[in-house]
């Protein structure tokens, strides 16, 4: 399987985690705590982004990359990504009386569909594959590696 296939279905495998996160710390905070919405929304919101970049970082992109700057260019997508789906969320939800949870869900996709790729092509784009995970990897592949050999058998 290619390698790029590999690392987007690991990136949801580790979204969706992310997303059980979000969505059970949203209705504890939501339903058993009673707080606002949108308090509830970032606070759970939060909590998923730790997680997810923290899992990603090491096992989707496996980079070794400096974890300030990474987390700054994450905090930069979320500086965007949170003020418009908040906003959002607030629409459906007191102007067109939209279910919480739905919108929840819907902003859990946006974010899904809107991340990966921002991950994928600035965060970690130069990074990709250099943390200990990648480089044991390539050593076992590389130690595993068929020699190379002629149709007789014999090594060139």
Aim: net charge neutral; aromatic share 14%.
């Amino acid at each position: 399987m290619n390698k790029e296939i590999k690392r987007t279905i690991k990136y949801v495998l580790i979204a969706a985690s992310a997303g059980i996160i979000q969505f059970g710390s949203f209705t504890l905070l939501n339903e058993v705590f009673r707080l606002d919405y949108w308090v509830s929304y970032l606070i759970a919101l939060v909590l998923s982004v730790l997680w997810n970049f923290t899992f990603n970082r090491k096992y989707t992109f496996k980079s070794a990359s400096n974890v300030p700057k990474a987390m700054a260019l994450v905090f930069a997508y979320y500086c965007v990504f949170t003020p418009l789906s908040t906003m959002l969320e607030h629409y459906l939800t007191t102007k067109l009386g939209w279910n919480e949870y739905v919108v929840t869900i819907i902003n859990m996709l946006l974010n899904l569909a809107t991340e990966f790729p921002y991950q994928r092509f600035v965060v970690f784009r130069k990074t990709i594959d250099t943390n200990d995970i990648a480089e044991r990897e390539e050593r076992e592949r590389n130690s595993t590696a068929p020699a190379d050999t002629d149709k007789e058998g014999e090594d060139k």
